[in-house]
């Protein structure tokens, strides 16, 4: 008799346990701090490529700030793995903070929101180069 009600405690026990558990959403977030030399971040007006494309477009009226994240290639294609996953990805900018991105396939972009509520955009590093300014939205070649 002393074991059932050993046993009834100790699954009362794990029940409430699991309970206080339950409060997450179910989605599954990685997290990865960003070097200084592997991101910059600026507003979408000031980046060339990105101001004149149809997702700027979209997101321009929508958004309080609009942001650009651009981040290392490397670290880019990282992202993309996880979200072909169905993970969300939290990249720590530094002194910025920490930004959860999410995959939106209708945009086909990576679209986050920073501790301020604005629109951070992640796209990959351009090299420096005549298509950074003339509007060529060809991503460089790794080697």
């Not at 959403?25 to 030399?37: I, K, M, Y």
């Not at 939106?104 to 351009?126: R, W």
Request: hydrophobic share 45%.
């Amino acid at each position: 008799m002393k074991k059932l009600i050993l046993a009834l405690l100790v699954l009362c026990g794990v029940m409430t346990v699991n309970t206080e558990k339950a409060h997450a959403n179910g989605a599954v977030v990685v997290f990865l701090q960003v070097r200084s030399e592997e991101y910059f971040l600026t507003s979408a007006i000031r980046d060339k490529m990105f101001n004149n494309s149809s997702l700027f477009e979209v997101l321009e009226s929508s958004a309080n700030t609009l942001m650009v994240a651009r981040i290392d290639l490397s670290i880019y294609r990282w992202v993309a793995y996880c979200a072909a996953n169905n993970y969300d990805v939290a990249l720590g900018f530094g002194q910025y903070g920490k930004i959860i991105f999410h995959y939106y396939p209708t945009l086909k972009a990576f679209i986050g929101f920073d501790s301020n509520n604005d629109t951070v955009v992640l796209l990959p590093q351009v090299a420096h180069s005549r298509s950074t300014e003339d509007g060529d939205d060809t991503l460089p070649v790794a080697n």
